[in-house]
């Protein structure tokens, strides 16, 4: 089973420059509580951003790039039909970015968890708002982060 989980501003925004455009402590918490002790598959560009290998998830990358080296522990793939298996499973595997990938691999997820930040960014990697006409909300859940000072709503959605 395929989820995705990302944090999106409210025009649509998830990063520039090959990074997030904030740090929210109360998402990357809810973050780490959803993704504990799952696979979770990225490209290339999310996997060199991270601070590191992520504790207690496998982590698998899929990039075009056949020059790239992972370090041991990470499963590579440079062909998406090489993934079927995952998509398919009956284990959650959370889809983490980037934007190429939401935008390939959205049609295929079972289960969306958006972080909604209520303010534009300007930016220039989106995720793909308008396939959302595809899932249903079915939970959400709005608070202040004191720490950012940003008001963000926890949101999941279902096929």
Request: charged share 25%; net charge negative.
């Amino acid at each position: 089973m395929l989820s995705l989980i990302v944090a999106v501003s409210e025009n649509g925004v998830i990063g520039k420059d090959n990074q997030l455009l904030w740090r929210i402590p109360k998402d990357l918490k809810y973050f780490k509580e959803k993704t504990m002790g799952k696979k979770i598959l990225m490209g290339r560009k999310t996997f060199q951003s991270l601070p590191g290998l992520l504790p207690g998830r496998e982590h698998i990358v899929l990039t075009r790039n056949q020059d790239f080296q992972a370090p041991a522990g990470v499963r590579v793939y440079h062909d998406s039909n090489e993934l079927e298996y995952l998509i398919n499973a009956d284990e959650e595997v959370f889809l983490i970015g980037g934007g190429q990938l939401y935008e390939q691999f959205i049609d295929l997820c079972d289960k969306l968890y958006i972080t909604w930040v209520h303010q534009e960014f300007a930016g220039d990697t989106y995720f793909p708002v308008e396939k959302l006409i595809q899932f249903q909300e079915i939970s959400r859940r709005t608070e202040l982060d004191e720490e950012s000072g940003l008001e963000i709503s926890f949101t999941v959605y279902q096929r």
